[in-house]
């Protein structure tokens, strides 16, 4: 029950309860999802301080008048105060939504790939599986170079696109999981006509595609113009002898090389210069009898650099991670104030406060 010095205090001191409330989640929301403090504390806390806030804004309102003018400056500070604070009670209502969801410590599946025949969702993936497929072929018509012929390299494979997503969206999840806390960097080994950078885009701050191939990396930069894809690009080389492996977050490949001698080498390469804790998609079925130095999270999915040990727990934390995708080019909805750093520690959990209406 409501007191009346609750029902009584001022906005500026309501919210900077709620401000301290925030840190303190947010301080929780930092640490491994595995083993977290409950939360409970701060959303009971932001739940009451938002009921005071609307009750005070609605005081505010009354004061200023219906239909009138504001008139002086302190009238009109408050008329725009209270404005800011009608868009920061529909923010303070999602966060809390999204935190109610991580309480929860909810495991969502790594992988989940149904496959049932009577399963609806397959009929859907197959469908859009065979229309990127489609796609594919028209967006990169080129013919492969005779000199990525000689080299040993594959011609621009279209991978199943919902495959690709799925373990897209799990290296996303496996890098929230591990705090990284900067821009995540991909890099397609081989990447044809640039299709799959353009969907990577959509998880990680910055999306490149390595291509041996002349006629294969001009699409690319094709591809990206037309569909405006400006974090995006293409560099023209030799996977073989590329040096800056080290440098991404998340390195995709699709058996590039013909020969297993030189697919080998390059996996090799790759697993050498990685950063430990790198994500490598690595989609067929090999690369985890080949190359050492790589601890497998789930099928297709490894992790370079990290003892068994760490795999187990990341694999753990990752399953706590939540299902959404905070897109780089995303919007920050104005006047969050003080629940910025909160919206983006829930985003950084994998729920997105933005998706709750």
Known sequence: MKSLRDVERPLDAIEAEAHLQADRAVAKLARGAVGRPTLAPEIAALTRLLELARLAAAKGRRSIGPGQPARGAETLEMARRLKALRGRFRAWSRVLEALHQIERRRAFPLLDRGGHLLDISTTQRAISDRS?????????????????????????????????????????????????????????????????????????????????????AETARRTFAAVDARRCSVIEGDALSFEGYGDYDVIYLYRPMRNDALQAALEARIVAMARPGTVILAPFGTMDLQVEGCRAIQSAVFVAGISAAEAEGLRRETLRMGPHVASPDRPLPRDLAWLSPLWLACEANGFCPANWP
């Open 132 to 216: 990127f497929t489609q796609v594919h072929r028209a967006v990169n018509p080129q013919v492969q170079a005779a000199s990525a012929g000689e080299l040993g390299c594959f011609p621009d494979i279209a991978l199943s696109v919902s495959l690709f997503t799925e373990i897209a969206h799990l290296a996303y999840r496996i890098l929230l999981a591990r705090k990284t806390g900067r821009p995540a960097r991909f890099l397609d080994v081989g990447c044809g006509g640039g299709l799959k950078v353009v969907i990577a885009a959509q998880f990680f701050d910055r999306a490149d595609g390595i291509e041996f191939d002349p006629g294969y």
